[in-house]
């Protein structure tokens, strides 16, 4: 079983940035895909990007590549999401997801709200 939670959501303005935060429990962490994911008011969930175990290859959907970056600290536990020059259409509640097969997400965090102002 592994639990994950996200922080570092909140307010900000169009151009600014944040980073995401996604602190997992159990000792399987460094060995499972660390994906990130995104749901709008009204909108489906949506795939933001993965990150493999090792750290070495990220992936990421066409609408963040070159403004969001995906990282993590497999002796913290911990993968991280920052996201630069942010616009409105980024407004989501933002979802790390886990498990142990590539490309199924068998974990999920709580998710954290991220709202960019125009």
């Known amino acids: 079983q592994v639990q994950l939670v996200e922080s570092g959501g909140g307010l900000v303005q169009a151009g600014g940035s944040l980073r995401l935060s996604c602190a997992a429990s159990g000792r399987t962490f460094s060995s499972y895909r660390m994906g990130w994911f995104r749901q709008a008011p009204g909108r489906e969930r949506e795939f933001v990007g993965y990150?493999?175990?090792?750290?070495?290859?990220?992936y990421y959907t066409d609408s963040v590549k070159g403004r969001f970056t995906i990282s993590r600290d497999n002796a913290k536990n911990t993968a991280y999401l920052q996201m630069n020059s942010l616009k409105p259409e980024d407004t989501a509640v933002y979802y790390c997801a886990t498990g142990p097969t590539p490309g199924q997400y068998t974990y999920w965090g709580q998710g954290t709200q991220v709202t960019v102002s125009s």
């Open positions: 990150i493999t175990p090792s750290g070495v290859n990220t």
